[in-house]
């Protein structure tokens, strides 16, 4: 009894396994395993289990934060889209606007009886403005324009007149306008034509100058210049729509 029980405390202690591998008749053979190492086993299949559930997890969370930022990406796009349509139906507005305002001046410009506008329309055709420059110095609030006003005729007939470049803050508000060289203006016009910067061109001149008063929030704006003759008569307008950023 004594030796039995020295057996099975043996057996408590033993740090091994044995495996029988039987077959249908006879024992096919016998393995042994360490109890370390059957535990290390089953813990590296549990650490890869863990493993492989915390990269699905990461992988799921990877793929959620993807879809968030497209779905954010998607609505901004939306929103400039919708921005984008907002401000070509204001800038088509503002066209219409302007072209109404150019109608209107022009028919002023035309005597109750039927007269032609203020000047042949082929004065129109002999003066052009290029390289139109603009430059707004943020510090001092000011407004600073270059261009060249080109005799488009004939190099041997100079052209004399007398030049006004206007700043419409709001095209259709003629209080909001300014103009250079300082002069007065009626109905958003020149009150007198002889006041305005001298030029006499065989080929081309450069025009320069600034407006010193300029909005703060101006961000989209009209430069319109005009050009009179020597003799008083309206020979040339341009307009040119600027928008920010200068």
């Known amino acids: 009894m004594a030796a039995n029980d020295t057996h099975m405390n043996a057996d408590k202690k033993s740090h091994k396994w044995t495996i029988l591998v039987i077959g249908d008749?006879?024992?096919l053979g016998t393995y042994e395993?360490?109890?370390s190492t059957f535990t290390a086993a089953v813990a590296a299949v549990i650490g890869i289990i863990l493993?492989?559930?915390v990269f699905i997890w990461f992988l799921s969370t990877s793929d959620l934060r993807i879809q968030n930022?497209?779905?954010?990406?998607?609505?901004a796009s939306e929103q400039s889209i919708d921005s984008v349509k907002q401000e070509n139906a204001d800038l088509s507005k503002r066209i219409r606007e302007m072209e109404d305002a150019?109608?209107?001046t022009f028919k002023e410009g035309t005597g109750d009886k039927g007269e032609s506008p203020v000047t042949s329309p082929d004065h129109f055709n002999k003066m052009a403005v290029e390289n139109f420059e603009i430059n707004l110095d943020k510090p001092?609030?000011?407004l600073h324009f270059k261009f060249l006003l080109r005799n488009t005729a004939s190099y041997n007939n100079p052209i004399s007149g007398n030049?006004?470049?206007i700043l419409k803050p709001e095209y259709l508000d003629a209080s909001t306008w300014s103009c250079y060289p300082k002069a007065e203006l009626t109905g958003g016009k020149p009150q007198n034509s002889a006041s305005g910067e001298l030029f006499t061109i065989a080929r081309f001149k450069t025009i320069r100058?600034?407006?010193?008063?300029?909005?703060?929030r101006m961000e989209q704006f009209f430069i319109s210049v005009w050009v009179f003759s020597d003799d008083g008569k309206l020979i040339m307008t341009k307009d040119f729509f600027i928008r920010k950023e200068l």
């Open 69 to 75: 930022d497209l779905r954010e990406r998607l609505a």
């Open 140 to 142: 001092s609030d000011s």
């Open 163 to 165: 030049i006004f470049v």
């Open 33 to 35: 395993i360490r109890k």
């Open 102 to 104: 150019l109608a209107a």
């Open 209 to 216: 100058g600034s407006f010193t008063t300029v909005p703060q």
């Open 25 to 27: 008749h006879k024992q």
């Open 51 to 53: 493993i492989a559930i």
